[in-house]
């Protein structure tokens, strides 16, 4: 099996090559007159020294627990610029101190039986992908044991005639597919951390997937839920809709692993796409596109993919610029041909000035060629990436958010404002901000920005809390949302305590209180203890 990286994304073997490197320094030197950087060498395991574990295991939970070196500076950090550079800098103040893989629920219910009888912090962990802080032992914590659910990964049962599948929590996406594929059947629900992330964690953060609209959010494919709590066992009623009361299932999607460990889940499937239509589409301005692709998502007509990209964030090129906007448009079905549905979204495009590049409808790799292929494989491979920026020192990041199609123009006008103004105040550089539409709704899309600006090597930690501190302000204060899908933890805690109602924050403290009465689990997410 190929070994994950301890530190940064992804697989140890696939860093970013020579060539990337020589590209990303282009870039940054096009951009910020940077032409010589000091950088952060990747470190060796033994490198990086950690405290002894702070707990004694009984022998029950010794069989499926580590305390291996590696194990633990692995679960220390979700890939957060932060985490990373911390361990480049050979670092690691707060290690779990065990890591626990339970092979079932009884296993499961051990671990939090003992972490709730000695006081000590649960972490579930998912994949750990996190870019939120979210499976980071917190810093108060005495005693901490990360739960790891890889070995619960199986596809349970497939039900043909409902189309749906049981599977259990700690399944990565490409298992998922891989055991469905012999059934014709699919989840579909692909997002940049697919390969590295886990149904469990899907669900817990309330993720984004695949389709641009319509069936866009995990919590649009969860047909029940069941979960091991400190209290107890809680499982949903597995229906495809209910009204009585308001759902078991919200409970749990978007918990963030405060109530409880989620074990597995009833999903709706899709079978495999037949059918295809696609096109790529540009636009002399991204509010041209904007205007286009809100005709297209209050047509019905419900593209899988409608991905508006400043021209710019569409290109691999180190000296692209923008001018203008990119749709990255494409319909797909099991049942029927798309021509009808392709003509028409073209011809709202068209009505905002958009032109076409002409792409085979029903070929599997339509969307891989020209600039959607372009795209496709610059957004599968950037979160490698991230690696050689951080070695840098320098902060490249994401953060989204979602806002009504009456807002939309001021909202991006004004975020994209203060994000440049803080950048400025904190950093010196201007910096480098795109945005583009991951998700759009008919009320609404969900804008991304992506920002990279050079932080100082003296102060580096602290000017990238002040930087994701004043665009996290920005997006709240100007009506949107601190996520659209990538979770709260708590890097975006300060943001979403002025989101959230505060009688929503005590119920919420107060159902904590049921699920989880001495507070182990995940303590400082979404609310405090």
């Known amino acids: 099996m190929r070994e994950r990286s301890f530190y940064a994304w992804g697989y140890a073997d696939a860093r970013a090559t020579p060539e990337e490197v020589a590209n990303i320094e282009k870039s940054l030197a096009n951009r910020f007159g940077l032409t010589s950087f000091n950088v952060a060498t990747p470190p060796r395991p033994e490198e990086i020294e950690l405290r002894a574990p702070r707990l004694t295991l009984p022998p029950q939970l010794r069989d499926f627990t580590s305390t291996d070196h590696v194990d633990r500076l692995f679960h220390s950090y979700g890939k957060t610029f932060i985490g990373v550079r911390t361990l480049m800098d050979r670092k690691c103040p707060n290690p779990p101190d065990a890591i626990a893989y339970p092979r079932n629920e009884d296993e499961l219910a051990a671990v939090l039986d003992y972490c709730t009888n000695h006081d000590t912090v649960a972490i579930p962990f998912g994949g750990g992908t996190a870019v939120t802080a979210a499976v980071e ?15 619960m990964n199986k596809v349970l049962e497939v039900d043909h005639t409902s189309r749906a599948a049981r599977i259990q929590a700690g399944t990565f996406g490409p298992d998922i597919e891989t055991q469905l594929k012999p059934h014709g059947l699919t989840l579909r629900h692909y997002m940049q951390s697919f390969e590295f992330s886990t149904l469990g964690g899907w669900i817990a953060t309330r993720s984004g997937g695949h389709f641009a609209t319509i ?6 494919v969860v047909e029940n839920i069941r979960a091991v709590s400190p209290a107890g066992v809680y499982q949903s009623r597995r229906l495809p809709a209910s009204g009585a009361g308001p759902s078991p299932d919200r409970m749990m999607l978007g918990s963030e692993g405060i109530l409880a460990v989620i074990t597995e889940a009833w999903v709706r499937l899709h079978k495999r796409p037949t059918f295809r239509g696609s096109a790529t589409v540009n636009f002399k301005t991204f509010y041209d596109g904007a205007d286009a692709v809100r005709g297209i998502s209050q047509a019905g007509l419900f593209p899988a993919n409608c991905r508006l990209l400043q021209t710019e964030e569409a290109s691999n090129s180190p000296d692209a610029v923008d001018q203008g906007a990119v749709l990255v448009l494409s319909f797909e079905s099991a049942d029927h041909p798309l021509d009808a549905w392709l003509k028409r979204a073209l011809e709202i495009c068209a009505e905002f000035g958009g032109t076409w590049e002409d792409e085979s409808g029903d070929d599997e790799l ?15 491979r950037t979160p490698y990436l991230a690696e050689p920026m951080i070695a840098r020192g320098i902060m490249s990041t994401t953060f989204e958010s979602a806002i009504t199609w009456d807002r939309f123009r001021d909202f991006h006008t004004n975020v994209m404002d203060a994000t440049r103004r803080v950048m400025k105040e904190v950093t010196g550089y201007e910096g480098s901000l795109t945005c583009r539409f991951t998700h759009v709704y008919p009320d609404g899309p969900a804008p991304y920005f992506t920002l990279m ?6 102060s580096m930690m602290s000017q ?19 996520t659209h899908h990538h979770a709260v933890g708590r890097a975006h805690r300060p943001a979403y305590d002025k989101q ?7 119920a919420l403290r107060a159902t904590k209180g049921v699920f989880d009465p001495k507070g182990i689990l995940n303590p400082g997410v979404l609310i405090d203890p």
């Not at 339509?366 to 599968?380: D, L, Q």
């Open 500 to 506: 959230r109602p505060e009688l929503f924050a005590q």
């Open 137 to 151: 032992p917190p810093q108060t914590a005495e005693r901490a044991i990360t739960i790891d659910l890889k070995h």
């Open 453 to 458: 600006v050079p932080l100082s090597p003296t």
């Open 215 to 220: 069936y866009t959010h995990i919590d649009d």
């Open 366 to 380: 339509a969307h891989r060629s020209g600039k959607a292929g372009e795209w496709r494989a610059k957004f599968i």
């Open 464 to 482: 990238y809390k002040e930087v994701k501190a004043g665009f996290l302000e920005a997006l709240v204060a100007n009506g949107g949302t601190v």
